[in-house]
C-alpha cells in the first residue's frame, strides 16, 4: 500500500484532465463537508492531499512552455493551501467556511492553463465560472447568522483577491482579463 491514501493523477492522464480531476475532488468535497459530519483532521488531511496532486500538476507543466503566470500561480495555491491545512490542523475554523474554500479551490485550479492564449476552453470555462461562484458564494455568507461571518468573510475574500491577481509580467490572456477587470480599458 502506498503511504497516501489518495491516487495522485496521472501523468498518462495529461495535464487537462488530471486538472479536471483534482477540480472534480475538491466539488466532491465540497458537497461533503456542505452534508456533514466530517472533521477538522479530514479537512486538513484532504488540502494535504491536494497540495500534493498541484505539485504533479506543476511536474508536467515541466517539458512544456507554460504562460509566465503558471507557476507563480501554483505557487500562491500552494501557500494558501498550506495555510489552510494549519488553520484546520490548529484553529478549527468553522466548516461552513471549509465548504466555500472548497468551491473555490475547484475553480482556480480548474482555471490553471499552459495555454497562454486562451483557447484552453475548460480553463477559460472554469475562469468565468470562478466570477458566477464568487457572487452566489457572498450572498450565502451574508445568509448565515454568526459572529464569526465577518472574519470568514473577510478571509475569504482576501483568499479570492490573493488568488485571482494578475501575475506581474505575464501577458497571458487569464491575466490580461484580470487586468482589464481591475483597471478597466486603458
Not at 487537462?16 to 480531476?21: A, V
Not at 501554483?74 to 466555500?100: F, N, T
Not at 476552453?121 to 458564494?137: C, F, G, K, P, R
Request: aromatic residues 10%; negative net charge.
Amino acid at each position: 500500500m502506498s503511504r497516501r491514501h489518495h491516487q495522485e493523477p496521472s501523468e498518462a492522464l495529461g495535464f487537462k484532465d488530471s486538472r479536471w480531476e483534482i477540480t472534480e475532488r475538491f466539488i466532491v468535497a465540497a458537497k461533503k463537508v456542505q452534508q456533514k459530519p466530517v472533521t477538522y483532521k479530514w479537512v486538513s488531511k484532504f488540502l494535504e492531499n491536494r497540495a500534493d496532486d498541484l505539485e504533479v500538476l506543476r511536474e508536467m507543466a515541466r517539458n512544456r512552455r507554460p504562460p509566465h503566470c503558471f507557476y507563480g500561480r501554483c505557487d500562491r495555491i500552494l501557500v494558501e493551501m498550506r495555510a489552510h491545512i494549519l488553520v484546520y490542523k490548529k484553529i478549527r475554523s468553522e466548516m461552513q467556511y471549509a465548504h466555500y474554500l472548497m468551491e473555490m479551490y475547484a475553480m482556480i485550479i480548474g482555471a490553471l492553463t499552459l495555454d497562454s492564449s486562451g483557447r484552453d476552453e475548460e480553463a477559460d470555462h472554469a475562469d468565468s465560472e470562478v466570477t458566477d461562484m464568487t457572487d452566489e458564494i457572498w450572498e450565502k455568507c451574508e445568509k448565515l447568522h454568526d459572529r464569526t461571518i465577518d472574519a470568514s468573510r473577510a478571509d475569504l475574500d482576501g483568499f479570492w483577491l490573493r488568488l485571482n491577481w494578475p501575475i506581474d509580467g505575464c501577458c497571458c490572456a487569464q491575466c490580461e482579463k484580470l487586468k482589464y477587470h481591475m483597471y478597466g480599458s486603458r
